[in-house]
Structures are given as structure tokens and as C-alpha cells.
């Protein structure tokens, strides 16, 4: 079968990958389409430490061809989005209703997958890019039928981590002040999930001018080209600011652009030794900086409800959709990706 796997050198679309049949308590996924994130980019940058040779991908939405023992909550022929986060459910974290903080979710990679009899790693315990891909079940999660794959792919990440930000990790409220710092992918997530929150004054910031249009369409009140006019907007600065690049010049940005009792979320994913700053007098008014992960998500909770809201009108998922690519196409989605000539460029099998 295709698939795209990096060797630690370079990417190649394969069609010799074989995938093993689900164990127990896993699911076997067709997958239909599948979104290309930055993270997928920042593994072959090295930004994303990861061994080798892996199939990418960790956004994506398919049909149940399989399921092992145990599994009850998805059968063959069932629309999924998939998660990337393979939490345990049984551990004190998952208890207390904190997925994103399982243990058993982070650092542990599995093999699912051969090439030439050669082990190959699956990424994001999810490796969405491949025309197959066994997941946990708890990664598995039922939606309509009537979502378009390429739409519904895009739950697993972006919507999951931009969305859920807002509303599990700084709890936005009816009337905040929200300043978002680059409107990608998950940036303009974070600006819909502040306008579902209701927020006030939504604020958009990015180099970009030709993204104001889309950064609207999305939410936001107000549009920038830099920081350096939104205390004109919000003179007392911001209740939340979002940092969404992965750019330790911008997390001090957010940082000094915060109102009394205001938070700073990151977001975006800087190197791994990279290091901020910020005064530290400035923060004895009850300011925070906040870590996120994965939108401090449930997923099997979450991405039924923005399922439902997407077919109430109320989530923008189609309009995230730029373009769609033939997984053989991947060379020039990623092109697309690096360049920021898409928010979201789709992978379709």
C-alpha cells in the first residue's frame, strides 16, 4: 500500500508499506484524507526529535475495515476522525478526565507497519498518511456520515488543539479580549473557538495582509500585521493572548500584550532547547503563561462535539480545507505547507 515515510534523510511516497492486522482493543483504518500540519514538517526539520524511518501524518479521517478484540464502540463501515493521543483510560490522569497528560501517551512509538521486512515507526501514534493505519481504539472516534472526509480529517489536530485551547485550557468567556499571533491552521482555530466562547474583541496578527480575509471569515473583529497596534485597540491589553507560530520573540509578544489577571497560551512549537524571556515584575498582576497540549482535549467527547457543531453551521471546517493533493502530490502540499500558501492542505488516498 502508499504511503509517506521519512528515512531521516528524505521523504518518499512508497506503495510497498504493509500494515499488521488490529490486536486487541486497536482499529484498522482506511484512511480516506488526511491534513498536512506543521508538525509533520517539523519532524523532517528536526524540530520534532522522532526516530526513524516513520510514517508521517497524525491528522485524518477514514473507514473502519477492522476491529480487534474488545472494541465495541466502532465497527467495520463506520465513518472515524482519529485522535493522536493513544491514552491508557486506566491511569490517575485519564481518571481525572486529563487524556493529554497519560503517560502511556507520550514518547512511546510503536511499529505497526514493515517495508522490505524492515520495521518502520508510526508517528503520532497515528501515521495518517498511509492508506492504512492500526490506531488504539480510544483514537478511533464515530462521526456522521454525511461530514466530508477532507473536512473531518482536520478534527483530529487542528480543531482539537486551536478549539479546545480556548475552551478547555484558557476557558475564554462571554466578552474576553482575545489576540491571536499567526492565523494558520491553528490559529484560526483558536479565532473560531473565541468567537463560539464569545468573545468580544477578537484580534488577529499576521505578516501576512493577504490572510485578513480568511482570519475574519473565521472570527476575528480586528486584523494586524504586527503587535505593535493592538494597544491601540486594547489599550489595557488582552485578557488571552495565543501564540500560534512557535517563535520565542512572539511568546514574549503575548506575554507583554496581557492585561491584568490576562494569559499567554503557547501553542506553536519552537526547537526543543529553545528558551523565552519575560519580566518577571510583570506578572505579580496575576498574569499566567500557560503550556497546551493537544487543546487540553477528550477527545472522544470533543471531536463528536465539533462534529455537531460543523453541521449546525456553527464550526468552520470545509472553509479550512485550501486544497486537496493525491497523497502522490505530497512534495508540492508540503511546498504549499511551508510556504503558507494554504491554511490547510489535504492529502486524499
Known amino acids: 500500500m502508499r504511503g509517506v515515510v521519512f528515512d531521516g534523510k528524505q521523504i518518499q511516497v512508497v506503495d510497498d508499506l504493509e500494515v499488521r492486522e488490529p490486536g486487541p482493543g486497536e482499529v484498522l483504518v482506511a484512511i480516506s484524507a488526511a491534513g498536512l500540519c506543521h508538525s509533520d514538517l517539523s519532524v523532517v526539520d528536526g524540530t520534532i526529535p522522532f526516530p526513524v524511518p516513520v510514517v508521517l501524518g497524525h491528522e485524518g479521517a477514514g473507514v473502519v475495515e477492522a476491529v480487534g478484540v474488545g472494541v465495541t464502540h466502532v465497527g467495520p463501515g463506520d465513518h472515524v476522525a482519529l485522535s493522536t493521543l493513544a491514552n491508557c483510560g486506566t491511569c490517575a490522569e485519564c481518571d481525572r478526565g486529563r487524556p493529554t497528560m497519560c503517560r502511556q501517551a507520550i514518547g ?168 523565552a524571556s519575560f519580566l518577571v515584575s510583570s506578572m505579580y498582576l496575576d498574569k499566567s503563561i500557560l503550556g497546551c497540549r493537544y487543546g487540553s482535549s477528550r477527545p472522544q467527547r470533543d471531536i463528536a462535539l465539533y462534529a455537531q457543531l460543523y453541521r449546525e453551521g456553527r464550526l468552520l471546517l470545509d472553509e479550512l480545507v485550501t486544497e486537496t493533493y493525491p497523497v502522490e502530490d505530497f512534495e508540492k502540499a508540503a511546498g504549499d505547507a511551508e510556504a503558507g500558501r494554504v491554511a490547510r492542505g489535504v492529502l486524499t488516498f
Open 108 to 275: 512511546r512509538p510503536g511499529k505497526p507497519f514493515t517495508r522490505g521486512g524492515q520495521s518502520v515507526y508510526q508517528f503520532a501514534s497515528n501515521s495518517a498518511f498511509a492508506e492504512r493505519t492500526v490506531v488504539k481504539a480510544v483514537q478511533a472516534v464515530r462521526i456522521p456520515k454525511d461530514i466530508p472526509m477532507p473536512s473531518a480529517a482536520l478534527i483530529g489536530c487542528g480543531v482539537l488543539t486551536g478549539v479546545g485551547a480556548v475552551l478547555n485550557r484558557a476557558r475564554v468567556g462571554l466578552g474576553d479580549s482575545v489576540v491571536v499571533i499567526g492565523t494558520g491552521g491553528i490559529g484560526l482555530n483558536v479565532l473560531q473557538g473565541a468567537r463560539i466562547a464569545g468573545a468580544l474583541t477578537i484580534l488577529a496578527v499576521d505578516a501576512n495582509p493577504g490572510k485578513e480575509g480568511v482570519a475574519r471569515q473565521f472570527g476575528a473583529t480586528h486584523f494586524l500585521t504586527s503587535t505593535e497596534g493592538v494597544r491601540e485597540i486594547l489599550p489595557n491589553g488582552a485578557d488571552h493572548a495565543f501564540e500560534c507560530v512557535g517563535r520565542v520573540e512572539l511568546i514574549r509578544q503575548a506575554v507583554d500584550l496581557l492585561d491584568r489577571h490576562g494569559q499567554a497560551v503557547l501553542l506553536g512549537v519552537p526547537p526543543a532547547t529553545a528558551e
